[in-house]
């Protein structure tokens, strides 16, 4: 039968302009090739530019306008960044180079195939980033950048299936934990034509035309040429929201019954169930995900909390606690703390608070595995999480996003292409008054979509462990909707603290 959900929720592929273009072969091409010249811009002007960073183009680009806009990008639509990803042109030279002297590449280990290494080069790069103040170094930001190339390029022409994609990139891991709650989702759109497709083309690819099946009256549409099919192991028919997906549109281009769609949906509907999801599994069955997810909340409030006055005079006590001073050690000290110990303990302690207060004992809830609550329920604090990041990066993008007019004009007078006055008075996109309102309400709404997560949450849970009421489904929830509000109380603690302007002429020591 129709999937008359599907039927009713908006397709973009069915848009009339949007969608013909979306279809075409080429599409992530024509939406990288721009991102990629600009990804070059940066580099050139991070190497040899004006290494002052409200006035190159690097840190401008980078800090500023690409962390806002892929906030914003994945609240509105999606994984729109990884989908033009200017990391993954270089890519086709890497899969040639792979199936012509490496017999298609080799597998990526077992021992790898999960997060906790994209976790761990997460971890690293938030330390870094803070330590080495990238935010100010254009130089660094452009090695940063080819960096990004070498790897990309150096582990996928080793490894087959986008094991960069799935498995190391920081950013896409980012991307992914963002577009959890997300409004658009590439699923199929009438799951009887993929329960008869015999080629499973979304997954396999193909090489050749298939002509029309004399047995039926479905209309092939595909045109002939290479399609491949999802390297990320994402069979469409079994695939369930966006974890994983970048959006790559193979899958679309694949698919010889035109049967797969970008649909809309609830946001964070996604994180409400635990179904067994291709490529993935279940969700309270990897503590590798929950971890990453975890580390994504608790990093939104840490990395904001780096930069407010009070961590500088906690970082001086907690160098006369260890009896010296070191950069280094101090931020690793609040690391630690912020990104691991608190964490931990936060979640263990909502987790047996869950198992604890299940209706009856000796139910399915009370005898499951704390890991596994945790598991299961710490995506409820995915909205809160991203809110925060929301927020954080909304400030510095509503402080300086209109310097990128300047730092272009400059740029373009270095080169010989611009003879007009840079207006390097241009910054603000708003009034300061309006940035903490507006960063309240980023927060705000996250914490309220939390909460109802984590209702929707635990009613599935149990539901399916054939318990119920709706004074069970609150007592259940009761520990993770007091670890939210928890969480929005210092939201709001850390943004009403002044905040470094990063990126803006004024960031040089200056605070709001």
Known sequence: MPNSAAHR?????????????LKWQHARTAMQAPVLLFTMLIVFDGLLGPQLAPKNLATVGVWLHYRGLVVLALLVAGNLFCMACPFMLPRQAARWLRERFRSGGRSVPAMLRNKW???????AFFFIYERFSLWASPWLTAWIVLAYFAVAFAVDTIFRGTAFCKYVCPLGQFNFFGSLISPLEIKVREPATCAACRTKDCIKGNLTPLPPSPDDNTTVVRRGGVRYGCELWLFQPRKVGNMDCTFCLDCIHACP????????????????????????????????????VALFVFGSFINAFAMIRPVYALREQIGRWLGRASPTLELAVIFLIGLIVLPALALIVTGLATRALARRPGEPLRS????????????????????????HYSFHFLTGGLTLVPVVQSFLADIGLFGGAVQWGLGPVVPGDWLFPIEAIFLYAGAFAS???????????LGAAQTGGPGAVLKVAAPWIALTLLLLISGLAILVQPMEMRGTLLMSGALQ
């Open 368 to 391: 499951e595995p704390i890991g596994g609550v945790i598991s299961r329920y710490v995506y409820a604090l995915v909205p809160l999480g991203f809110g925060m990041w929301l927020a």
């Open 9 to 21: 929720a908006p397709d973009i592929l069915r848009w009339p302009l949007l969608g013909r273009f």
């Open 257 to 292: 019954y035109d049967n797969v769609g970008i649909i809309g949906r609830v946001p964070t509907s996604e994180l409400w169930r635990d179904p067994f999801r291709s490529g993935i599994g279940r969700f309270s069955q990897r503590l590798d995900l929950a971890a990453l």
């Open 451 to 461: 909460i109802v997560a984590a209702l929707q949450i635990a009613q599935h849970h």
């Open 117 to 123: 290494l994209a976790l761990a080069l997460v971890l």
